[in-house]
């Protein structure tokens, strides 16, 4: 007995894929003729598309991905800072 194994990835199921600089998100457009022909529900699609560094928002026709920030201190200290206390100049 043979098992084969199908899998559909977002690119399966989108019309258009592009980034949104503005925003700063990635925005899918989804195709529902895609998604019915391999039978995924939109409440499948909100379960696979949790991302542990990104925000995803899905409405009925797009997937919008927002990645999070990394958290940035104002505290520490720059590195071959000349004087103690000296402010980084990135701050």
Known sequence: MHVISF???V????SAIYE????E??????NKQMMDDRAITMDELQERMELQN???TI???TVEI???KAETTQTHA??????????CPRH
């Open 66 to 68: 927002k990645p999070k």
């Open 59 to 61: 409405t009925e026709n």
């Open 78 to 87: 720059c590195q071959g800072s000349r004087f103690p206390g000296e402010r």
């Open 54 to 56: 990104a925000t995803v």
């Open 7 to 9: 899998y559909t990835s």
């Open 20 to 23: 949104d600089p503005v925003r």
């Open 11 to 14: 690119e399966n199921l989108a």
């Open 25 to 30: 998100e990635i925005i899918i457009e989804l």
